[in-house]
T-cell receptor, first 113, second 112 residues
Framework: NAGVTQTPKFRVLKTGQSMTLLCAQD?????MYWYRQDPGMGLRLIHY???????AKGEVPDGYNVSRLKKQNFLLGLESAAPSQTSVYFC????????????FGAGTRLSVL | TQLLEQSPQFLSIQEGENLTVYCNSS?????LQWYRQEPGEGPVLLVT?????EVKKLKRLTFQFGDARKDSSLHITAAQPGDTGLYLC????????????FGTGTKLQVIP
């Protein structure tokens, strides 16, 4: 069972470059999320989606864009990367029921030089 | 603003010792979850507590939700090296709102 798959696993960018992180889930989940994880700050929500074709801002959305064209995929874009976006990015998905159990991918480690 | 503060931030103990991790907030949560994250992996759900005062046990791990639903604790008895990891609490403010707020995390190292 694949669950939630993130690509790529690692990436190094130069300041100003752009890139897209892909998240794919095979559990038919309605809800999908993008988080960033920084030391001592836990996980912070960037953007989320409550269904195909919908997106919403989370706690730290600036500098990121997302798209959910297909139910199983959730893309996170960085249009002009900045060193402050160096982080580990996690995608998660859930059924959308009460108590919201989230299933996470293995993460993408991004460094912006 | 971090709604959920965890303490301690780091903990290094010997195998066989007991420990408690705390998750505190000034806000009320409809439910609270505990996740464990191992290096290079995403968090994995351990337990969800819903009712104020609720206690759940998972083998050597005991989870408690505060009576006022503002805080929670995780107690590990006779810690094992396999318990090593980052422990994260996560609270759902409004039931069914489908967003949770994660705590700051507690990094646990159990030395054999």
């Amino acid at each position: 069972n694949a669950g939630v798959t993130q690509t790529p696993k690692f990436r190094v960018l130069k300041t100003g470059q752009s890139m897209t992180l892909l998240c794919a889930q095979d559990m038919n989940h309605e809800y999908m999320y993008w988080y960033r994880q920084d030391p001592g700050m836990g996980l912070r929500l960037i953007h989320y989606s409550v269904g195909e074709g919908t997106t919403a801002k989370g706690e730290v959305p600036d500098g990121y864009n997302v798209s959910r064209l297909k139910k199983q995929n959730f893309l996170l874009g960085l249009e002009s990367a900045a060193p402050s976006q160096t982080s580990v990015y996690f995608c998660a998905s859930s059924y959308g029921q009460a108590q919201n159990i989230q299933y996470f991918g293995a993460g993408t480690r991004l460094s912006v030089l | 603003t971090q709604l959920l503060e965890q303490s301690p931030q780091f903990l290094s103990i010997q195998e066989g010792e007991n420990l408690t991790v705390y998750c505190n907030s000034s806000s009320v949560f409809s439910s609270l979850q505990w996740y464990r994250q191992e290096p290079g992996e995403g968090p994995v759900l351990l337990v969800t507590v819903v009712t104020g005062g609720e206690v759940k046990k998972l083998k050597r791990l005991t989870f408690q939700f505060g009576d006022a639903r503002k805080d929670s604790s995780l107690h590990i008895t006779a810690a094992q090296p396999g318990d090593t990891g980052l422990y994260l609490c996560a609270g759902e403010r409004v039931r069914g709102y489908q967003k949770v707020t994660f705590g700051t995390g507690t990094k646990l190292q159990v030395i054999p």
